[in-house]
């Protein structure tokens, strides 16, 4: 038996990647599966971009970049932050990574000493506790639920702070429940922050674009708390980038230098190519993503109306990225045949091994109450996804 480390052996598979491990394999063994459990836009990258990309190629962008990416890149971030977020950072400021999820990691590593508190909302996004508990910190958990649309008060987060706390971080919008937190609400946040300066804010931003408010508020607008703000951010989501792997996150120079220290010993720069795509998305305009982004709304209002057709499911408004976020929990208990539903694991497979629809358990986001379903497909799949789900709780008892 391999001796691994215990940092490997303490952490769990993404449970998001696991239901589409366990979606393909249904697939492959002969089922009609609709995946609901991926977080992804199923539109092409805008033509603009790939033409960028291609351009890139041509004039032979293929060699090392700085380790925090290319000036013009961070250059063209630093416009797009001050142009749609009225933010004023310099290229210094901005470390360009391979996709939002290492920006996220960077700054945790950079900032979290072991023992040192990290805040988290739940529902979180998937794999924050798990980066906090890399860096070796504790994670502190405060619950919103849906009944609060999923957000938390400035009179929680004062509750739970202490000397040993280091970091806040929390999605907005959010996944997985696409809540949006309005200038009022962040306001009210940034007010607590600003009575305790040791603290640092990491503001997960991926899903700006999808925002069906179309403004998008930042934490980072507050200029009492800025110099303690890390933005992240990238091009996945509203620019339909998935696989290109590029995020990047805005801080104060001194904690971009660390993460380029960092990122210089890790995986160094990300893609040259994707760089450059990347820069070609920065200085597209956001009205030029709102057909995705009103096709979505389209998708969440269609989705809703079939969903409160299905008796026991309870559901908010989501207001930005591409999340249903039910609690499902008045059917805990019940059962069908040899299927007993105890828990939102449970349910999720349930749901997948009686009617192929994959869902993600609550549980991965800290809220054991709820699913996750991606509505980042056709509405004829959705539409046959939901009429499932309803006949298959139609049969428990």
């Known amino acids: 038996m391999i001796n691994l480390s215990k940092r490997i052996n303490q952490m769990t598979e993404s449970e998001t990647l696991a239901m589409s491990r366990k979606s393909r394999e249904l697939k492959a063994q002969g089922h009609d599966v609709i995946n609901l459990s991926i977080g ?22 293929t060699f090392y970049t700085p380790v925090n990416g290319y000036n013009e890149l961070r250059q063209a971030i630093a416009k797009k932050l ?26 945790l590593l950079c900032l979290v000493d072991p023992g040192d508190e990290v805040i988290i909302p739940t529902p979180y996004w998937v794999s924050y506790n798990h980066m906090v508990s890399l860096a070796e910190g504790k994670h502190v958990f405060i619950e919103a639920g849906i009944e609060n649309d999923f957000k938390i008060t400035a009179q929680q987060l004062e509750q739970s702070i202490t000397p040993k706390t280091k970091v806040f971080i929390f999605s907005s919008p959010c996944n997985p429940t696409g809540s949006v937190y309005s200038r009022e609400e962040l306001e009210s946040l940034a007010k607590v922050f600003e009575k ?8 997960d931003e991926i899903y700006e674009l999808i925002n069906f408010n179309k403004n998008h508020e930042s934490i980072a607008q507050f200029a009492s708390i800025k110099d303690r703000v890390i933005l992240v951010n990238g091009v996945s989501k509203g620019f339909a980038m998935t696989g290109w792997r590029l995020g990047y996150f805005a801080s104060h120079i001194d904690i971009a230098k660390a993460a380029t220290k960092l990122q210089g010993q890790f995986t160094s720069a990300t893609c040259s190519i994707g760089q450059k795509a990347a820069e070609e ?13 009103d096709k979505f709304r389209e998708r969440r209002d269609m989705v809703l109306d079939l969903m409160n057709d299905i008796p026991g499911i309870k559901t908010n408004l989501p207001q930005g990225a591409f999340y249903i976020f039910p609690d499902v929990s008045s059917y805990y208990g019940k059962r069908n045949g040899d299927h007993i539903i105890n828990n939102s694991s449970d349910f999720c497979m349930y749901i997948l091994n009686k009617v192929y629809v994959a869902l993600v358990p609550g549980d991965a986001f800290g809220s054991p109450a709820c699913v996750r379903l991606s509505y980042a497909t056709s509405n004829e799949l959705l539409k046959e996804a939901i009429k499932r789900i309803k006949t298959a709780l139609s049969e428990l008892k």
């Open 40 to 61: 992804e836009p199923d539109f092409f990258t805008p033509d603009n971009i790939k033409k960028a990309a291609k351009k890139s190629i041509d004039d032979n962008y």
């Open 196 to 203: 305790y300066p040791h603290i640092f804010i990491i503001s």
């Open 82 to 107: 001050k142009r749609d977020n009225n933010l004023d950072y310099t290229a210094e400021e901005i470390v360009v990574s391979t996709g939002a999820k290492q920006a996220i990691m960077n700054a």
């Open 281 to 293: 998305a920065m200085h597209t305009l956001p009205q030029e993503t709102y057909g995705m982004l």
